[in-house]
Nanobody, 114 residues
């Protein structure tokens, strides 16, 4: 079964940028849609960006125009470029498919603060 490992998070000032990566232990060629999820304490994970196998993307209104999702099927990796970060973007970020989900990775913490 495919395992997911997220990385790239950190502490950044408002207006800054980060690039998250999600490395899959197996091939993601057969997985049509991959997504990035955002989770803040006390809340359920929210889907913020998706990308299909063919590269079609979709974004939550909260991140549209600031975040860009991409994937490299040859490298079994999904990325999330995060620009113009805001304090409200502070969360743990996970990648996964759409339901039914693969086992969740550990996530990567993004903290936006001055």
């Amino acid at each position: 079964q495919v395992r997911l490992v997220e990385s790239g998070g950190g502490l950044v000032q408002p207006g800054g940028s980060l690039r998250l990566s999600c490395a899959a232990s197996g091939s993601i060629l057969s997985i049509n849609t991959m997504g990035w999820y955002q989770q803040t304490p006390g809340k359920q994970r929210e889907l913020v960006a998706t990308i299909t196998h063919f590269g079609a993307t979709n974004y939550a209104d909260s991140v549209k125009g600031r975040f860009t999702i991409s994937r490299n099927n040859a490298k079994n990796t999904v990325y999330l470029q995060m620009n113009s970060l805001k304090p409200e973007d502070t969360a743990v970020y996970y990648c996964n498919t759409l339901s039914p989900f693969l086992p969740w990775g550990q996530g990567t913490q993004v903290t936006v603060s001055s």
